[in-house]
């Protein structure tokens, strides 16, 4: 590995942060968990499901289960590898710290986790559904979520961070207290309320509601 493809992939950091497939495989090399977090649909979802004792399994589309392009080749390249992943919403970001944080005391060791945000596959024309895709948005909700994950993984002394996870840790510190009106009111938020779905945002950004942690087997999520 050269020298900056592990700065790239921040291996030296037992918490890791970065965006979409791209990087996920950057930032999964010697990580033990990965913590995967599409904030308003997927990983949410997924998290209800478990509240009702039910599994998760990811579809494309409009469907209840979907998730966007991104989350679904998320979990299709991590379900491959020999990781822990783990789906993280804000209503059970602290649940999530803790698992992680009784996986190092029963390993006996440091654990290393790799925090990814699933974004959104931006297209090159607005409104352009067969504008071909160029890169990943970077979505708020995703960004808030990722870090208030982080934020509680520190708390727990789980902080020796990259400075990619100590930004997202600080983007959530320091709007915490506006975030439910900024994922609201930001892209995904206002686009699925506009489409009468406006309760899939309100319990998206419900913070610290539930045990629940919702793990990834077989490509799909379970208790």
């Known amino acids: 590995m050269s020298d900056s493809t592990a700065a790239l992939g921040q291996a030296k950091y037992q918490v890791r942060f970065d965006w979409g497939v791209d990087g996920a495989r950057r930032i999964r090399s010697g990580a033990h968990v990965v913590v995967l977090v599409d ?4 990983t949410t979802q997924a998290v209800l499901a478990a509240e009702r004792g039910e599994t998760f399994a990811l579809a494309e589309g409009g469907a209840p289960d979907a998730a966007s392009a991104e989350t679904a080749e998320l979990v299709r390249e991590l379900a491959g590898h020999d990781v822990v992943v783990l789906a993280a ?5 602290e649940a999530v710290a803790r698992r ?5 005391e ?6 290393f986790v790799a925090v990814v945000a699933a974004g959104e596959r931006a297209a090159a024309g607005e409104g352009d ?4 895709a160029t890169g990943i948005r970077f979505a708020i909700e995703d960004q808030l979520t990722a870090g208030a994950v982080i934020d ?3 708390r727990l002394g789980i902080d020796h961070t990259s400075p990619e996870a100590a930004v997202a840790c600080a983007s959530f510190e320091g709007l915490k207290h506006a975030a439910v009106h900024l994922i609201g ?12 779905r406006k309760d899939e945002v309100r319990q998206a950004t419900q913070r610290d509601v539930t045990d629940v942690v919702p793990v990834l087997r077989g490509g799909v999520f379970g208790a």
């Not at 919403?89 to 970001?93: E, F, G, M, Q, V």
């Not at 992680?100 to 190092?104: G, N, S, V």
């Not at 029963?106 to 654990?111: D, H, I, N, Q, S």
Request: charged share 15%; aromatic share 0%; glycine share 12%.
């Open 106 to 111: 029963a390993r006996g060791e440091r654990v």
């Open 185 to 196: 009111a930001a892209g995904t938020g206002a686009g699925l309320a506009a489409e009468g």
């Open 152 to 154: 509680a993984l520190v």
């Open 39 to 42: 904030a308003v649909l997927a």
């Open 100 to 104: 992680i944080l009784a996986l190092q």
């Open 89 to 93: 919403s804000l209503r059970n970001r």
């Open 129 to 132: 559904a067969h504008a071909p």
